[in-house]
T-cell receptor, first 114, second 112 residues
Framework: EAQVTQNPRYLITVTGKKLTVTCSQN?????MSWYRQDPGLGLRQIYY???????DKGDVPEGYKVSRKEKRNFPLILESPSPNQTSLYFC?????????????FGDGTRLSIL | GDSVTQMEGPVTLSEEAFLTINCTYT??????LFWYVQYPGEGLQLLLK?????DKGSNKGFEATYRKETTSFHLEKGSVQVSDSAVYFC???????????FGKGTRLSVIA
């Protein structure tokens, strides 16, 4: 089954404690991205990757890191989480970035930073 | 830059009512237009799309027509069900190498 898998689904942690949210897709997609979803703000893109070893900033990259060492994986790293990063996070993938390619989303990771 | 504006929710309807969720866009080129749906506790999934003017996308009883003259892509369904309760996002992707631009989402609640 084609899917994007995120882990963990839920995490409560404390300020400053490094965390990683994993994302894996099994569709051989080149393009992957991370979004955060906040009430009243909709979806905002954090980082994206056009292919292996190619990553770039989205609209709200501050406080986040990503890596793309393999095509299927695109982890999101919070080196020193802060309460304003409490949010619902989604990983997505597609064949390519633009045009009429729909994105496939994971089920989300709800992060609470205390 | 490109942008998408959706009607604000929440929208509450009775079962079998007619649904319209308005979406208008601003884009410099000729974008592809999408509606995504997010059911409770899940990620977004593509509901329908249209890639050129006058195209009609349809799926699961939902329809939307790409109207270039009014820069709109309104979502409609003739008879909603409780299972349609979700958040609906309008989105666009311009030609070339640009990412999806999402609207802020409209929450729909359908009551029996």
């Amino acid at each position: 089954e084609a899917q994007v898998t995120q882990n963990p689904r839920y995490l409560i942690t404390v300020t400053g404690k490094k965390l990683t949210v994993t994302c894996s897709q099994n569709m051989n997609h080149e393009y992957m991205s991370w979004y955060r979803q906040d009430p009243g703000l909709g979806l905002r893109q954090i980082y994206y990757s056009m292919n292996v070893e190619v990553t770039d900033k989205g609209d709200v990259p501050e406080g986040y890191k990503v890596s793309r060492k393999e095509k299927r994986n695109f982890p999101l790293i919070l080196e020193s989480p802060s309460p304003n990063q409490t949010s619902l996070y989604f990983c997505a993938s597609s064949l390519s970035r633009g045009g009429n390619q729909p994105q496939h989303f994971g089920d989300g990771t709800r992060l609470s930073i205390l | 830059g490109d942008s998408v504006t959706q009607m604000e929710g929440p929208v509450t309807l009775s079962e079998e009512a007619f649904l319209t969720i308005n979406c208008t866009y601003t884009a410099t080129g000729y974008p592809s237009l999408f509606w995504y749906v997010q059911y409770p506790g899940e990620g977004l999934q593509l509901l329908l799309k249209a890639t050129k003017a006058d195209d009609k996308g349809s799926n699961k009883g939902f329809e939307a027509t790409y109207r270039k003259e009014t820069t709109s892509f309104h979502l409609e369904k003739g008879s909603v069900q409780v299972s349609d309760s979700a958040v609906y996002f309008c989105a666009l992707s311009d030609r070339g190498n640009t990412p999806l631009v999402f609207g802020k989402g409209t929450r729909l609640s359908v009551i029996a």
